[in-house]
């Protein structure tokens, strides 16, 4: 999967077998926009047919994990909400190669959910998750 097939948001690097999928929106701690939810199962398919990429790392960029879903985005009904959001973090939750999010920083709301489909949560020292401190 090349770099320039993720939407705005998203940066893909693969070394050694392993895979890094930062999302990357630090002037918004990382708030996803609708475009990143609805790509994220290709997304997700395509580094499951990676046979380069043996295991995936979720992160953020600029010291935080996600602040969730971007607020700007949020102007929908609930069922188109959840349209979108579910299935890509179904799409985490189920894709073959093992998957760990490495979390510093905020990690709420969506953010937490991503986080949560991940097989391995790995958190550094003053995470915080939904406005409580890990340390």
């Given at each position: ?52 990429i043996e ?12 602040a969730g ?44 959910e991503l ?21």
């Amino acid at each position: 999967m090349s770099d320039h097939a993720l939407v705005e948001g998203f940066e893909l690097t693969v070394s050694g077998g392993i895979g890094t999928l930062v999302l990357s929106r630090p002037s918004k701690r990382n708030a996803l926009s609708r475009e990143m939810w609805l790509a994220l199962p290709d997304i997700m398919a395509a580094i499951d047919a990676d046979p380069g990429i043996e295991v995936l790392v979720l992160t953020g960029a600029g010291g935080h994990f996600s602040a969730g879903s971007d607020i700007g985005d949020l102007n929908v009904p609930l069922a188109d909400f959840w349209a979108a959001n579910a299935p890509a973090e179904e799409a985490l939750a189920s894709v073959d190669v093992p998957t760990i999010a490495a979390i510093e920083g905020n990690c709420v709301g969506g953010g937490t959910e991503l986080a949560a489909a991940c097989d391995v949560r790995i958190a550094a020292p003053g995470t915080i998750y939904g406005g409580r401190s890990t340390g």
